[in-house]
């Protein structure tokens, strides 16, 4: 599976973004797909993920803010990020998976994108 994201950039606070990742490969469709991120200097952070069949899940962090979608047509995933906070500055990173009920399920990863929140 190979996993291609785009859309990051600089946002001021309150502000918002779409990232958009690109899905291909065999059996693509059966896999959850998710959005993690990493800061500087932190732990890599599972964000939001969605089943085959779109049930999601959302990191305490950014629920009520993010909204992830999932469009099997064009095998992509977007995570539509508002009321942006410097603190959700990080690169962000796209990922296929088992389940969207663990962060340990997810195998595949494409490149980061940079996500930057000026205060």
């Known amino acids: 599976v190979q996993l291609q994201a785009s859309g990051g950039g600089l946002v001021q606070a309150g502000g918002s973004l779409r990232l958009s990742c690109a899905a291909s490969?065999?059996?693509?469709?059966?896999?959850?797909l998710g959005w993690f991120r990493q800061a500087p200097g932190k732990n890599r952070e599972y964000v939001a993920g969605?089943?085959?069949?779109?049930?999601?899940y959302y990191s305490d962090s950014v629920k009520g803010r993010f909204t992830i979608s999932r469009e099997n047509v064009n095998d992509t995933v977007d995570l539509q990020m508002s009321s942006l906070k410097p603190e959700d500055t990080a690169v962000y990173y796209c990922?296929?998976?088992?389940?969207?009920?663990?962060?340990?399920?997810?195998?595949?990863w494409g490149q980061g994108t940079l996500v930057t929140v000026s205060s």
């Open positions: 490969g065999r059996h693509v469709r059966t896999y959850a």
């Open positions: 990922a296929a998976g088992t389940t969207h009920l663990s962060s340990r399920a997810y195998k595949y």
């Open positions: 969605v089943s085959l069949r779109g049930s999601v």
